[in-house]
């Protein structure tokens, strides 16, 4: 499955290049608002973790905004202004959600896991190291939070939030290597200004792996006597094989050779 993701992921990306690269360049308001928010720590500390929480809302109505669109483009189709009013009609209350969970994050990487380690004995590294390692589980698990939105729409925020948990604990493997494509394409995102893949790119990857992922227990719930053991991911894929088509890097530069 992740040799298809990779070319599926790749290929989802520049057929919509354009569109994701223009998404892409939202980020750039929240991080300025962050900026701004910086400059008024030594003035105003309120008004500094008011503009922090301000930024951070922006952010998951704006990551709301980028999942209503790229779940349409893994599946082949185009997003347009509908889609994104049907997520914000359908959705808010993930957004706020998503909100809440950014909130916590923050307030415990940034004081609770310094805290504990402050004390200097086994109790505050046992603590420290919890929270840390409690941290980036639920990192990992919110990779699939907004894409879960979407593919299971009648779900409320609380219960998405619980399936991301169990998404992450039945596919690590599939979820530590979302993550670390995730660091690389968040590099390559600064080296180019934030455009390519961008915020919107990094979107789109969790869509498709999330979407492959469902073919599993699409698989699982149709067919109760089998187990994973009996998954056969080339008649999973067969359908997404054939979207893809029989495409190429030298194909996609030099479509006349092909």
């Known amino acids: 499955m992740i040799g298809f993701l990779f070319k599926k992921v790749f290929f989802d990306i520049w057929d919509n290049l354009l569109m994701l690269v223009l998404m892409s360049l939202g980020i750039v308001v929240p991080l300025g608002i962050v900026y701004l928010g910086s400059l008024l720590l030594d003035v105003n500390v309120a008004a500094f973790f008011a503009v922090i929480a301000f930024a951070l809302l922006l ?23 509908q889609a994104v009013k049907n997520a914000l009609r359908f959705h808010f209350g993930h957004a706020l959600f998503h909100f809440v969970i950014l909130v916590v994050l923050c307030l415990i990487s940034l004081y609770g896991i310094p805290f504990y380690f402050a004390f200097g004995n086994i109790f505050g590294i046992v ?7 409690m941290t980036v ?122």
């Open 127 to 133: 603590m420290g190291m919890m929270l840390f390692w």
């Open 137 to 258: 589980i639920v990192v990992l698990a919110m990779q699939y939070y907004y894409p879960l939105c979407f593919h299971m729409e009648a779900d409320g925020a609380f219960k998405t939030f619980k399936k991301c948990f169990i998404l992450l604990f039945d596919n690590m493997g599939t979820s530590l290597f979302l993550a670390l494509r995730t660091v690389v394409d968040l590099v390559l995102s600064l080296l180019t200004a934030t455009m390519i893949p961008g915020v919107a790119g990094i979107s789109l990857s969790r869509m498709d792996t999330t979407k492959l992922l469902m073919l599993k227990y699409d698989f699982l719930e149709a067919n109760p006597d089998c187990t994973r053991k009996d998954i056969n991911w080339e008649d999973l894929l067969y359908e997404e094989r054939q979207l893809v088509g029989p495409r190429s890097f030298k194909g996609m530069i030099f479509p006349w050779k092909d």
């Open 59 to 81: 952010f998951s109505f704006y990551s709301l905004y980028l999942s209503s669109i790229t779940f349409g483009y893994s599946r082949n189709k185009k997003g347009g202004i």
